[in-house]
Nanobody
């Protein structure tokens, strides 16, 4: 009912920057929150950053001061600006949305994108 399409991943040298984007589409009534999680090989998926519909943000301690999450509510799109990237940021990054769907706003439900690979070389 809600599709999330990520873009912007890739290979970057340590200290570099990348910007991830995620656009939500489908039978969206409202989106309560959007965000990014990541999963490195052999590790569990972990929160990177989230942002609510009133722009309240939350960041993992490991990315505070380096990553910035923002949101365009009119476009149902969330962005993650990643600066000063480190090799330990290498992971598949997943977009997340908590949304109400349909004409009557059923939910909210959690939705996930397919993931985009971010690789940071040392």
């Amino acid at each position: 009912q809600v599709q999330l399409v990520e873009s912007g991943g890739g290979l970057v040298q340590g200290g570099g920057s990348l910007r991830l984007s995620c656009a939500a589409s489908g039978s969206i009534f409202s989106i309560n929150a959007m965000g990014w999680y990541r999963q490195a090989p052999g590790k569990q998926r972990e929160l990177v950053a989230t942002i609510t519909n009133i722009d309240k943000t939350n960041y993992a301690d490991s990315v505070k001061g380096r990553f910035t999450i923002s949101r365009d509510n009119a476009k149902n799109t969330v962005y993650l600006q990643m600066n000063s990237l480190k090799p330990e940021d290498t992971a598949v990054y997943y977009c997340y949305a908590r949304a109400k769907v349909g004409f009557t706003g059923t939910g909210p439900y959690d939705y996930w994108g397919q993931g985009t690979q971010v690789t940071v070389s040392s």
